[in-house]
């Protein structure tokens, strides 16, 4: 195992990853094919990290957005199905071909290209095709062209068109089901052609759980995976499975009228103590918690205060009894003795629960817990 050379990591509870990925499956039933979506490395907890317990517990296939994603997977599992969905500029196309990934097409360009590299290297290069049923992102615009244009990527001999997808909006239910239906509509048209296509697939997390009758036979969940709830009408049982953790590494008294870090944003209203904790912006937690972000110390809130450095921050101690250098401090918890979870950290950085995740950074290492034991740590750098 790496050695773990930092005391701010992200401790993954793959025991809760595992929890979360069989009660989506027991949700959706063996009917449904589950793309775990494992972008923005594994929405920060580590796709490398995270892929096996997908795969051995629900997962068909490891969704991605780009091809330097499918190919970092790829490097580490060679039979694992992977799924790039989104676009990849024709110059890449070869790649794809190469490490046997899946790619999204919504065009006949990109077929012939692909359907000339299955030739070249003697494979059959699979491929989703993208159809935008309302999103105006990605995808074959919704037309009679396009249904000539996707019947005529079915006859290319090189190439499995082994799906079709598109991606809900997540308006109201009014505008996702018409959108909805409209990809159930080029799929009767496809089909009164002749073309049958393996995978459909239309929802991600929050649509997963919400309708039910929109699930197609594949689903592409991403947030749930972590345990991370965003749906409204549905219930499905998850448990967050990241915790950010860092140790205070200094204490020191600070006087009343004495300023904490940059421009002295933050002065001491009374004599104070004020802790140094080693994380800052530059490992993915929000400047704009200046003023607003805590950590928790014995099962207590610390708050943040002054400016967030890029790799440091300062709380104060004042509150908190008997607080020592080599502390532990809780950054993101599930919620429970006082710490911040990812609902709420997402509220007080104003952005959504899956920008506060994905932004952890690459020098905070991550380590993999499995039955209260450490099991893997990675090291990005
Ligand atoms: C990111 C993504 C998903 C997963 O989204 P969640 O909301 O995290 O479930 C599904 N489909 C596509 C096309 C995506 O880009």
């Known amino acids: 195992m790496e050695l773990l050379l930092r005391d701010t990591f992200l401790e993954v509870n793959l025991d809760n990853i595992i929890y979360n990925m069989k009660n989506i499956k027991e949700m959706v039933g063996e009917e449904v094919a589950i793309a775990a979506v494992v972008k923005a490395n594994g929405y920060g907890h580590g796709a490398v990290g995270v892929a096996q317990e ?28 992977i799924f790039i969905m989104g676009f990849t ?12 990934i899946t790619q999204t097409i919504f065009s006949y360009r990109q077929a012939e290209i692909l359907n000339d590299y299955g030739n070249k290297y003697n494979k059959i290069p699979v491929v989703h095709i993208k159809y935008d049923t309302g999103f105006n992102r990605l995808g074959f615009r919704d037309s009679k062209e396009s249904i000539d244009e996707i019947e005529k990527i079915s006859k290319l001999p090189n190439l499995n068109v082994e799906g079709i997808f598109s991606h809900l909006a997540l308006t109201n239910k009014e505008e996702d089901e018409k959108q909805y239906r409209k990809l159930v509509k080029v799929i009767e048209s496809l089909e009164e052609r002749g073309i049958k296509l393996k995978y459909k ?19 592409r969940p991403g947030a749930i995976i972590y345990g991370i709830k965003g749906f409204h009408y549905g219930t499905l049982d998850l448990k967050q499975a990241l915790t950010l ?24 209203e009374r004599d104070s103590i004020i802790g140094t ?35 440091q921050c300062m709380v104060d101690l004042t509150d908190i009894e008997e607080v020592c250098e080599g502390d532990e401090a809780i950054i993101y918890g599930d919620g429970t003795n ?10 007080l950085g104003s952005t959504n629960k899956n920008e506060i995740m994905s932004r952890i950074g690459m020098r905070v290492p991550r380590v993999y817990i499995k039955d209260e034991k450490i099991v893997n740590i990675i090291n990005y750098i």
């Open 54 to 81: 997908l795969m051995e517990n629900g997962a068909d296939y490891l969704a991605v957005a780009t091809l330097t994603e499918a190919l970092d997977l790829r490097r580490h599992f060679a039979d694992y199905k």
């Open 89 to 100: 500029p024709d110059k890449y196309l070869e790649h794809v071909v190469k490490n046997d």
């Open 201 to 219: 697939h239309i929802e991600d997390s929050i649509s997963a759980v919400d309708y039910p009758e929109f699930r197609m036979n594949m689903i």
């Open 245 to 268: 953790k860092t140790k205070v590494y200094n204490v020191r008294k600070v006087s009343k009228g004495e300023g904490v870090s940059y421009s002295y944003v933050w002065r001491a």
């Open 277 to 311: 904790v080693p994380f800052g912006y530059a490992d993915g937690y929000p400047r704009n918690l200046t003023g607003k972000g805590f950590v928790t110390i014995h099962n207590q809130k610390a708050p943040i205060i002054g400016i967030i450095c890029m790799d």
């Open 338 to 347: 006082n710490t911040l979870d990812i609902h709420n950290a997402s509220l």
